[in-house]
Each structure stands twice: as structure tokens, then as C-alpha cells.
């Protein structure tokens, strides 16, 4: 059964294709990729999305009830938050969204990772806090995606 179950799930990765969105101009893509310091008082922050799993999904994330754009496969965004303070990052989920709460310091790149989770109609999505050199190296061989482009509304 468990075979089977694998085989099946794997059908419907390979038949369902890739999810896209639109994608930032190339200068933005390679600026942010240098990972310099964020404007004064501020903190980067880079959401990203680099599992295998659900490449025919796109899934909306929002940071402090604003959207920040809906993530494709292999994709990023870059935004700033203010320094000092508690930020909320949520992703949109297959029941309801999974929310990351970051406290950032001013003049720091941060980095959270959403990833895709098969669920029981389709596939949730959650987000992780990564350490600033393993989120560099993903964010090095993913395409930043355009901001704000978010398939549902708050």
C-alpha cells in the first residue's frame, strides 16, 4: 500500500507540471544576490522557496498582513522590515495559514525558507527560520520572483 501510495503521488507530481509566477527584472534579481546591509533601520528579509515537493503549487505569503507575492518553485523574494521590532510571516496553508513570528535586528539579513508539505487534499506550506549562510547559498541558485502578487486577498 505504501508503494503504491508513493507511485501515485509521484504520477501526479510528474503529470501536474510547474506552478510559475512573474519574475523580477534581472538587476533586481543579481542586486539582491550581493546580500548588502538593508537601508538604515532596517532588517532584510528574504523568503524562499527550494523543495521538491508541490511544484505545481503557488502559495500566497504575507508579512505583517501585507502580501509579499505568491511563491512558485525555486523562487524568492527580497523585502525590508523594520529592525527592532516582532514581524509576523504567514503563508497561506491547505486549511489555514501557517504563521513564522521573526524578531529582526536593524542592519541583518534574515532568511525563511517555505517549503511544501503533501496534505490530504493537496499540499500545505509552512516556513522555517534558516541560518544566514545556508540561506545564502539557496538564495544564490534561485530566481527572485516580482513582489506583491499575492492570488488572494486580506
Avoid at 19 to 26: C, E, I, K, L, W
Avoid at 62 to 84: H, I, K, M, R
Avoid at 102 to 110: C, D, H, I, S, T
Wanted: aromatic letters at 8%.
Amino acid at each position: 500500500m505504501k508503494f503504491f501510495s508513493s507511485l501515485v503521488l509521484a504520477a501526479s507530481l510528474v503529470l501536474t507540471g510547474c506552478a510559475s509566477v512573474d519574475m523580477a527584472s534581472q538587476a533586481d534579481n543579481a542586486k539582491s544576490k550581493e546580500f548588502n546591509a538593508p537601508s538604515q533601520g532596517m532588517a532584510g528579509v528574504y523568503i524562499y522557496r527550494d523543495s521538491v515537493m508541490g511544484k505545481a503549487l503557488k502559495r500566497d505569503i504575507w508579512l505583517n498582513g501585507q502580501c509579499v507575492g505568491a511563491s512558485a518553485p525555486d523562487v524568492f523574494f527580497y523585502t525590508e522590515a523594520a529592525g527592532g521590532q516582532t514581524h509576523k510571516i504567514e503563508t497561506e496553508s491547505e486549511f489555514s495559514p501557517n504563521t513564522l513570528e521573526l524578531v529582526v535586528e536593524a542592519g541583518k539579513n534574515y532568511f525563511i525558507r517555505q517549503f511544501i508539505k503533501m496534505g490530504v487534499l493537496s499540499g500545505g506550506s509552512d516556513l522555517e527560520k534558516m541560518p544566514e549562510d545556508q540561506g545564502q547559498k539557496a538564495v544564490a541558485k534561485l530566481n527572485m520572483a516580482k513582489p506583491g502578487q499575492c492570488k488572494t486577498t486580506r
